[in-house]
């Protein structure tokens, strides 16, 4: 269908979009399956592009430039989050879909289109060479995801760091958390993705299933990032951290976890915390760490009419780990 972007404004960074990786929520919301939905509903906030105009007031890009937009397009500007660089946890933050807006129908519309309009304060710059750059789309959203959570906790060298789950967002957690310097541990329930997680850059696996394999880690994770988006008994997670260790939630499951035992929590003064994506400075640090490091998701790369099988299929979890739209494909 035809879209309307508006007008380039003062501030404003017009982009056509070379390509748009498929998140999870992608889903939930094209299908209703969380609240609020507005049709029509155009997905997409793995957003990576090149500049076509840009405003009379930009200052930080110019036409030609690589850059890519993530979950955010607008928020308030002046509270303390925002002040802090930390827009994903201001009240009126504004996603790149479904979010509100003056702009026609009056909520956002997101990557799977041509060509986007954002406030150049959203804007991130790339700097990886244009041939990974459909690769680098996952990393507006499942990179962030993780990358935040293990940057504030201070994931790096001397310090054990499991990740649960091995799928969109958990091979970035895995590659991350490698890339920074920490002792990976991967979990998984299925025995089969052993060696994938192995060449991710885990240092060892877990079969959770396994009562053995995870015993033998009891007491000894300084921070577990969980990103399984379905409920799970977490108590068995959380009696992996050492005193003072953390468990980290970024996956969204449509019903809640059971409740973990509090005794689990307050024996050995762990904490059970949760994270949003990430702000724009730590988006863009992200990106830079990423560039210089080589880090890029494992992708398949699709074309526009094939995005309906790609949702089947991410339910079914097949897929090595992120779909990615080739946007030249809608024209």
């Not at 710059?125 to 293990?150: F, K, N």
């Not at 019903?255 to 994270?275: C, D, E, M, Q």
Request: proline residues 4%; negative net charge; aromatic residues 6%.
């Amino acid at each position: 269908m035809e879209i309307t972007r508006r007008s380039v404004g003062p501030s404003d960074v017009q982009i056509a979009i070379a390509y748009c990786g498929v998140c999870h929520s992608d889903i939930h919301q094209a299908r209703g399956e969380w609240a609020g939905t507005q049709y029509p509903c155009v997905p997409g906030h793995e957003i990576v592009g090149r500049v076509t105009a840009v405003g009379t007031d930009v200052k930080k890009f110019a036409e030609g430039d690589l850059v890519g937009i993530g979950c955010i397009v607008d928020s308030c500007k002046q509270c303390g989050d925002c002040e802090s660089g930390l827009e994903n946890y201001c009240d009126h933050m504004v996603g790149t879909y479904n979010g509100p807006t003056q702009d026609a129908p009056g909520h956002t519309l997101g990557g799977y289109s041509e060509q986007i309009v954002v406030h150049e304060r959203y804007v991130l710059r790339v700097t990886h060479s244009e041939d990974q750059l459909a690769a680098v789309a996952p990393l507006l959203c499942a990179g962030i995801t993780t990358w935040s959570p293990l940057r504030h906790w201070n994931a790096g060298p001397g310090k054990k760091v499991g990740v649960v789950g091995i799928g969109g967002l958990g091979h970035m957690g895995v590659k991350l958390a490698a890339a920074l310097g920490a002792h990976v541990v991967a979990f998984t329930t299925s025995e089969s993705k052993r060696e994938a997680a192995l060449a991710l850059g885990a240092n060892e696996v877990v079969v959770s299933r396994n009562e053995q394999e995870m015993a033998a880690h009891q007491t000894s994770f300084d921070l577990i990032v969980n990103t399984v988006a379905a409920p799970h008994d977490l108590d068995a997670f959380l009696v992996l951290l050492k005193r003072d260790g953390a468990m980290v939630l970024v996956g969204a499951p449509a019903t809640p976890h059971p409740s973990p035992a509090v005794f689990n929590l307050i024996l050995k003064r762990r904490s059970l915390a949760g994270s949003a994506i990430g702000g724009i400075p730590e988006t863009q640090e992200m990106l830079d760490y990423c560039a210089q490091h080589g880090v890029v998701a494992d992708i398949e790369l699709i074309r526009a009419e094939q995005v309906n099988e790609a949702y089947e299929r991410m339910m079914r979890g097949d897929v090595k780990y992120r779909f990615v739209i080739d946007n030249s494909t809608l024209a």
